[in-house]
């Protein structure tokens, strides 16, 4: 068994144990409240009884142990009535529910509804009807069960949580070490190239040749770049997001197919937020080519710059086959990709970028299927002074 499959087995085991253990104590509970009940009920049985024996007994009967059974109840509330419904005499009722004969009926029906009343026989054909309720205590336990559940659901949820917070952690410590990887192994075939362009150039090759190399080599120095700040905390400065915007956007246009009809909106003045250009260029790198891939290398991408009082807002839109409304959060997961090459972490990356490199927010704005889809990057403007 391997270590994910051994932890999610752990998981799991506590979550089920934690679940048996409650409801064997829910159970063990229950029969110890029904057991409790019937107990109060013989004790109410006992004090019924001893009530007869007070109304029968001749004058000078020994009624000691009668009356220490009668003044013996001093926790559960009782409500006599005669045949015809009729309240005869309380005991253990609060003084503000005699004091109100619509509470003391009210209540009343509330004893009818606890427990099944017991008949006292006072002799010479009187009959009284004992109405009794729980006691405090007997009430306290009745609640106990819903506490337990919730502290016990609470725990599991404590558990899982700590799982998966855990998963999450392993899983970004594995992707930030296999990007700056990544990035090291770039540096050494990156830096054997700078030095053929160097021999290039000592030995008068066309100098076009060598610029677009050059070109290239940036852009691997760029790349690399990207990938070593994974895992860290980029450096953000002060930087107008129409000028950064418009650089990515000339480089993906002149090497993006032809038959990809570029635009981009802008306003002609700066717009300031605080931002590091490598990983915010990267974001639009994927949202682009997320986009050119919808559209099946054909159709029309348009970029448009807006802002408002506080927010810089980037709008990229295409032409391709749409995204489905419930997916508009999920796509934004790792492995969620409707192609099939690629591990669908392009937009997971432009999400981790703005919303925990630059505290903003992406989303899909708008998407309609076999129309196109608007994705929204949205970023704190700076003070300009």
Same mark, same amino acid.
Request: hydrophobic share 40%; glycine share 6%.
């Given at each position: 068994?391997n270590?994910?499959?051994?932890?999610?087995f752990?998981?799991?085991?506590?979550?089920?144990?934690?679940?048996?253990?409650?409801?064997?104590?829910?159970?063990? %509970?229950? #029969?110890?409240f029904?057991? !409790?009940?019937e107990? +109060? @009920?013989? =004790?109410?049985?006992?004090?019924?009884?001893?009530? $007869?024996?007070?109304?029968q007994?001749?004058?000078d009967?020994?009624?000691?142990?009668?009356?220490?059974?009668?003044?013996n109840?001093?926790?559960?509330?009782?409500?006599?009535?005669?045949?015809?419904?009729e309240?005869?005499?309380? %005991?253990? #009722?609060?003084?503000?529910? !005699?004091?109100?004969? +619509? @509470?003391? =009926?009210?209540?009343?029906?509330?004893?009818?509804? $606890?427990?099944?009343?017991?008949?006292?026989?006072l002799?010479?054909?009187?009959?009284?009807?004992?109405?009794?309720?729980?006691?405090?205590?007997?009430?306290?336990?009745?609640?106990?069960?819903?506490?337990?559940?919730?502290?016990?659901?609470?725990?599991?949820?404590?558990?899982y949580?700590?799982?998966?917070?855990? =998963?999450?952690?392993?899983?970004?410590?594995?992707?930030?070490?296999?990007?700056?990887?990544?990035?090291?192994?770039?540096?050494?075939?990156?830096?054997?190239?700078?030095?053929?362009?160097?021999?290039?150039k000592?030995?008068?090759?066309?100098?076009?040749?060598?610029?677009?190399?050059?070109k290239?080599?940036?852009?691997?120095?760029?790349?690399?770049?990207?990938?070593? =700040?994974?895992?860290?905390?980029?450096?953000?400065?002060?930087?107008?997001?129409?000028r950064?915007?418009?650089?990515?956007?000339?480089?993906?246009?002149?090497?993006?197919?032809?038959?990809?009809?570029?635009?981009?909106?802008?306003?002609?003045?700066?717009?300031?937020?605080?931002?590091?250009?490598?990983?915010?260029?990267?974001?639009?790198?994927?949202?682009?080519?997320?986009?050119?891939?919808?559209m099946?290398?054909k159709?029309?991408?348009?970029?448009?710059?807006?802002?408002?009082?506080?927010?810089?807002?980037?709008?990229?839109?295409?032409?391709?086959?749409?995204?489905?409304?419930?997916?508009?959060?999920?796509?934004?997961?790792?492995?969620?990709?409707?192609?099939?090459?690629?591990?669908?972490?392009?937009?997971?990356?432009?999400?981790?970028?703005?919303?925990?490199?630059?505290?903003?927010?992406?989303?899909?704005?708008?998407?309609?299927?076999?129309?196109?889809?608007?994705?929204?990057?949205?970023?704190?403007?700076?003070n300009?002074?």
């Open positions: 068994m270590l994910p499959d051994e932890r999610s752990n998981r799991w085991f506590i979550i089920i144990s934690c679940l048996v253990v409650i409801v064997l104590v829910l159970w063990n %509970t229950s #029969i110890f029904q057991s !409790l009940k107990d +109060e @009920r013989a =004790k109410m049985n006992i004090w019924a009884r001893a009530q $007869e024996e007070l109304s007994a001749p004058e009967a020994d009624l000691d142990l009668v009356l220490e059974i009668l003044n109840n001093t926790t559960i509330p009782i409500i006599h009535t005669n045949e015809h419904g309240i005869a005499y309380t %005991t253990n #009722i609060a003084p503000a529910i !005699l004091d109100d004969p +619509e @509470r003391l =009926k009210e209540y009343l029906e509330d004893l009818k509804d $606890e427990n099944e009343p017991i008949t006292v026989d002799g010479d054909g009187q009959v009284q009807y004992l109405y009794y309720g729980n006691s405090p205590a007997l009430n306290k336990l009745k609640y106990y069960p819903i506490g337990l559940t919730l502290i016990g659901f609470l725990f599991v949820g404590v558990v949580f700590f799982y998966t917070t855990t =998963k999450n952690s392993e899983q970004n410590k594995l992707w930030a070490g296999m990007a700056k990887e990544t990035a090291h192994q770039i540096g050494t075939p990156l830096s054997s190239l700078i030095g053929w362009t160097e021999i290039l000592a030995e008068e090759v066309n100098p076009a040749y060598v610029t677009e190399m050059e290239d080599i940036d852009r691997l120095k760029t790349i690399t770049e990207r990938f070593s =700040k994974i895992g860290s905390s980029p450096n953000l400065h002060k930087t107008d997001i129409v950064a915007t418009r650089e990515t956007f000339d480089y993906l246009q002149s090497r993006s197919s032809n038959l990809i009809n570029f635009s981009l909106h802008a306003p002609r003045q700066p717009i300031y937020v605080m931002l590091n250009e490598q990983l915010y260029s990267w974001t639009i790198e994927n949202l682009v080519k997320n986009a050119i891939d919808a099946r290398g159709g029309e991408l348009h970029i448009d710059i807006k802002q408002d009082l506080k927010q810089a807002h980037i709008y990229i839109s295409d032409t391709g086959k749409g995204i489905e409304k419930n997916r508009f959060r999920s796509i934004f997961e790792p492995g969620q990709t409707t192609k099939k090459r690629g591990w669908g972490l392009g937009l997971s990356l432009a999400k981790r970028i703005v919303e925990e490199y630059h505290k903003g927010k992406i989303k899909v704005a708008k998407s309609e299927i076999n129309k196109g889809t608007t994705f929204q990057v949205s970023l704190k403007k700076v300009t002074f």
